[in-house]
């Protein structure tokens, strides 16, 4: 075999040509998916961004100082642990201190029982000795009767633990109890199991039995009571108020029996005064119920994101309120209705009208905020508990919210468009912890590729057909040109 003749011959210059290429090419990918991992150089090309995390987590992540270990509890193979899995190595590339796990129950029921697992598709959170537990039911959820989409809460309930288990200091959020308000462990599981994921302990107060307000106290909420407040329990909480104490006040419209004038003077104390009524919206309301509202979302801290977000808050069965502004206060609108609203107050008719010089007419108003500054003046033992507890916030400052119903806090309306991110931005305002206001869920998106008949066909005949076609001629036209040679 002539050696010269075969690397002159023309056919192997070709086929030498390709495998240079070739190999120039794969080389070059890898030089640049090296170059892509060494500097973490990443793009999400899917339409909901799906496996992008928000600015909210990158922070929490990059400022982590300890290490964050997560055990997944999983059966194999499930889709809820893909998503869980393609979650956990976004956290994991964003930071070195996270490492996980993924377990199977029934594989290693030791460990499970150690960790006091009880359902698959949980997580337990660990740094240090400390843990956090997600529950299936916190990962993910379904629509609800008022137009809920289906959610992958994953990030959600995963950074607000780790988010826990790093706060230095604990919130407290007491209940109010003693009046039939809702129960904490019957109506509100779902707030309470939020409350708690966002890293706040909450906990239940009867004034009446208790006689004080816990020091420890960051927030008092009153949840539709159906009875009316002691004079002794509105001076208590007056001056929780007055001392920079925070309160949101849910008051559902009384059609009958107690009319709450305690509460009702205790509020108008603060520049919100609640009418004795039932408000109906003809025009902004869920579907054909023009007692289940969807009020105007005015601007604020607390709404900010869900008007960005484009979304709405379903409320049922609210009264309306008045604001009084003051100079030493600052009253703002949260929710109102429409111009066509009106406020119900004839509650024997069997039709319900606007009823002119008696019947509030629209817009209403049915969520406002209060802020006011503490007075400068302090009692010598309230300087001396702030300089032990080395406080240096100058500008503490009462805080009240209230809405004119309760209704949207039960398990069944909370999920309900945007009314858990009204609550839980809400909480979040009233303690001074707004960074936290920015994680929700992602809505899950079931995309459908729908052709019609002609489309269909196209379709055929592009790929089936005429693809082929022209890499048969292509290279018939090549072998051609090569033989020719």
Same mark, same amino acid.
Not at 14 to 28: E, H, R
Not at 256 to 284: F, S, T
């Given at each position: 075999?002539?050696?010269?003749?075969?690397?002159?011959?023309?056919?192997?210059?070709?086929?030498?040509?390709?495998?240079?290429?070739?190999?120039?090419?794969?080389?070059?990918?890898?030089?640049?998916?090296?170059?892509?991992?060494?500097?973490?150089?990443?793009?999400?090309?899917?339409?909901?961004?799906?496996?992008?995390?928000?600015?909210?987590? %990158?922070?929490? *992540?990059?400022?982590?100082?300890?290490? #964050?270990?997560? /055990?997944?509890?999983?059966?194999? &193979? =499930?889709?809820? @642990?893909?998503?869980?899995?393609?979650?956990?190595?976004?956290?994991?590339?964003?930071?070195?201190?996270?490492?996980?796990?993924?377990?199977?129950?029934?594989?290693?029921?030791?460990?499970?029982?150690?960790?006091?697992?009880?359902?698959?598709?949980?997580?337990?959170?660990?740094?240090?000795?400390?843990?956090?537990?997600?529950?299936?039911?916190?990962?993910?959820?379904?629509?609800?009767?008022?137009?809920?989409?289906?959610?992958?809460?994953?990030?959600?309930?995963?950074?607000?633990?780790?988010?826990?288990?790093?706060?230095?200091?604990?919130?407290?959020?007491?209940?109010?109890?003693?009046?039939?308000?809702?129960?904490?462990?019957?109506?509100?599981?779902?707030? %309470?199991?939020? *409350?708690?994921?966002?890293?706040?302990? #909450?906990?239940? /107060?009867?004034?009446?039995?208790? &006689? =004080?307000?816990? @020091?420890?106290?960051?927030?008092?909420?009153?949840?539709?009571?159906?009875?009316?407040?002691?004079?002794?329990?509105?001076?208590?909480?007056?001056?929780?108020?007055?001392?920079?104490?925070?309160?949101?006040?849910?008051?559902?419209?009384?059609?009958?029996?107690?009319?709450?004038?305690?509460?009702?003077?205790?509020?108008?104390?603060?520049?919100?005064?609640?009418?004795?009524?039932?408000?109906?919206?003809?025009?902004?309301?869920?579907?054909?119920?023009?007692?289940?509202?969807?009020?105007?979302?005015?601007?604020?801290?607390?709404?900010?994101?869900?008007?960005?977000?484009?979304?709405?808050?379903?409320?049922?069965?609210?009264?309306?309120?008045?604001?009084?502004?003051?100079?030493?206060?600052?009253?703002?609108?949260?929710? #109102?209705?429409?111009?066509?609203?009106?406020?119900?107050?004839?509650?024997?008719?069997?039709?319900?009208?606007?009823?002119?010089?008696?019947?509030?007419?629209?817009?209403?108003?049915?969520?406002?905020?209060?802020?006011?500054?503490?007075?400068?003046?302090?009692?010598?033992?309230?300087?001396?508990?702030?300089?032990?507890?080395?406080?240096?916030?100058?500008?503490?400052?009462?805080?009240?919210?209230?809405?004119?119903?309760?209704?949207?806090?039960?398990?069944?309306?909370?999920?309900?468009?945007?009314?858990?991110?009204?609550?839980?931005?809400?909480?979040?305002?009233?303690?001074?912890?707004?960074?936290?206001?920015?994680?929700?869920?992602?809505?899950?998106?079931?995309?459908?590729?729908?052709?019609?008949?002609?489309?269909?066909?196209?379709?055929?005949?592009?790929?089936?057909?005429?693809?082929?076609?022209?890499?048969?001629?292509?290279?018939?036209?090549?072998?051609?040109?090569?033989?020719?040679?």
């Amino acid at each position: 075999m002539n050696i010269k003749k075969l690397f002159t011959n023309q056919r192997f210059q070709y086929g030498g040509n390709a495998v240079v290429l070739v190999i120039a090419v794969v080389g070059i990918i890898i030089l640049l998916n090296l170059f892509m991992a060494r500097f973490n150089l990443r793009y999400d090309f899917t339409a909901d961004q799906r496996f992008s995390l928000s600015p909210q987590t %990158k922070e929490v *992540l990059k400022n982590l100082d300890a290490d #964050v270990e997560i /055990l997944a509890f999983f059966q194999a &193979g =499930s889709y809820l @642990e893909q998503q869980v899995k393609d979650l956990l190595k976004e956290y994991k590339t964003y930071s070195k201190y996270v490492d996980y796990q993924f377990i199977d129950p029934d594989k290693e029921p030791s460990l499970a029982k150690k960790y006091e697992i009880e359902m698959y598709n949980t997580l337990v959170v660990l740094k240090g000795d400390r843990s956090q537990k997600i529950k299936p039911y916190e990962l993910y959820s379904y629509g609800s009767m008022y137009g809920g989409s289906t959610e992958f809460k994953g990030e959600q309930a995963l950074t607000r633990a780790i988010m826990a288990l790093t706060r230095k200091n604990t919130e407290k959020i007491y209940f109010l109890t003693g009046h039939e308000e809702l129960s904490l462990d019957k109506d509100l599981q779902l707030l %309470k199991s939020d *409350l708690v994921g966002e890293g706040f302990e #909450v906990d239940s /107060l009867n004034l009446v039995e208790k &006689g =004080s307000i816990p @020091e420890d106290a960051s927030l008092l909420i009153m949840a539709g009571p159906k009875r009316d407040l002691e004079t002794e329990e509105v001076k208590l909480i007056n001056n929780y108020l007055a001392s920079g104490g925070h309160l949101m006040a849910y008051v559902d419209p009384v059609t009958q029996g107690n009319k709450l004038i305690n509460i009702k003077k205790l509020l108008a104390d603060w520049g919100i005064e609640l009418h004795d009524d039932l408000v109906i919206d003809p025009k902004r309301h869920y579907f054909f119920d023009a007692l289940t509202l969807i009020p105007k979302i005015i601007s604020h801290s607390i709404t900010s994101e869900i008007l960005e977000n484009k979304m709405v808050v379903v409320i049922p069965y609210a009264r309306s309120m008045d604001v009084k502004r003051s100079k030493d206060r600052k009253v703002t609108n949260l929710l #109102v209705t429409s111009n066509e609203a009106w406020g119900e107050t004839d509650f024997t008719s069997s039709k319900a009208q606007f009823d002119e010089g008696i019947d509030q007419k629209g817009p209403l108003t049915i969520g406002a905020v209060v802020t006011a500054p503490v007075s400068e003046e302090t009692t010598a033992e309230d300087t001396e508990k702030e300089a032990k507890d080395n406080v240096t916030d100058q500008k503490k400052e009462t805080r009240l919210v209230v809405f004119g119903t309760s209704s949207f806090l039960v398990d069944q309306t909370l999920t309900a468009q945007g009314n858990r991110d009204l609550v839980l931005n809400s909480v979040q305002w009233m303690v001074g912890q707004k960074e936290q206001l920015t994680i929700r869920p992602r809505t899950i998106e079931y995309r459908e590729l729908v052709l019609d008949n002609k489309a269909s066909k196209h379709l055929f005949y592009v790929t089936v057909v005429i693809i082929p076609l022209l890499v048969l001629s292509l290279g018939f036209g090549i072998w051609l040109r090569r033989r020719s040679l």
